[in-house]
Antibody, heavy 119, light 112 residues
Framework: EVQLVETGGGLIQPGGSLRLSCAAS????????MSWVRQAPGKGLEWVSV???????YYADSVKGRFTISRDNSKNTLYLQMNSLRAEDTAVYYC?????????????WGQGTLVTVSS | QSALTQPASVSGSPGQSITISCTGT?????????VSWYQQHPGKAPKLMIY???NRPSGVSNRFSGSKSGNTASLTISGLQAEDEADYYC????????????FGTGTKVTVL
């Protein structure tokens, strides 16, 4: 059974750093395209970042230069390193998996972890 | 990376059919058959309901169907049930950004 479990969220001051983790089971993280998607309180979904199976990474303009997506194949875990955090980064962060045969949709999502950026 | 446009809310009575629209451009919805739809209940993660315009994942009720015409995709829920009350988001491949993924603005479905 495929499962994604995010951890690492919390309250952080503006300018601070936080690392989110997404532990995967039931499949191999390095085989699929894996993304982070966030949702600000009361708002819609916003795509944040993706790491391709080959290792290429891409970011939304709103986080480029501040966030870094990575994975640890030995731990089958996806990460999102978030630096220089701003109030507008406050959101629930979901990790999501694209199926092996497509990069155009997400078939499994984690339960999300809340990041609150506030002084 | 402009969001796809959805109506803010749609409502219907139990048993009725409703349709949610998702309007984009020829660079996304109109140009590719890669539209997907997600259902999200309050406090829960999104759930895939439709992929590649009209395909249903295993386990999703056949009351949910998807279609596309030009730059507008649609999600139809037939035989509306109380459990269908949720937020719905479309998404699409887009050639206007890298990488190529954009969500819709979201639609709140209310079962009267």
């Amino acid at each position: 059974e495929v499962q994604l479990v995010e951890t690492g969220g919390g309250l952080i001051q503006p300018g601070g750093s936080l690392r989110l983790s997404c532990a995967a089971s039931g499949f191999t993280v390095s085989s699929n395209y894996m993304s982070w998607v966030r949702q600000a309180p009361g708002k819609g979904l916003e795509w944040v970042s993706v790491i391709y199976s080959g290792g290429s990474t891409y970011y939304a303009d709103s986080v480029k230069g501040r966030f870094t997506i990575s994975r640890d194949n030995s731990k089958n875990t996806l990460y999102l390193q978030m630096n220089s955090l701003r109030a507008e980064d406050t959101a629930v962060y979901y990790c999501a998996r694209a199926p092996l045969w497509s990069k155009n949709y997400y078939d499994y999502w984690g339960q999300g972890t809340l990041v609150t950026v506030s002084s | 990376q402009s969001a796809l446009t959805q109506p803010a809310s749609v409502s219907g009575s139990p048993g009725q059919s409703i349709t949610i629209s998702c309007t984009g451009t020829s660079s996304d919805v109109g140009g590719y058959n890669y539209v997907s739809w997600y259902q999200q209940h309050p406090g829960k993660a999104p759930k895939l309901m439709i992929y590649d315009v009209s395909n249903r994942p295993s386990g999703v009720s056949n009351r949910f169907s998807g279609s596309k015409s030009g730059n507008t995709a649609s999600l139809t829920i037939s035989g509306l049930q109380a459990e269908d009350e949720a937020d719905y988001y479309c998404s699409s491949y887009t050639s206007s950004s890298t990488p190529a993924y954009v969500f819709g603005t979201g639609t709140k479905v209310t079962v009267l």
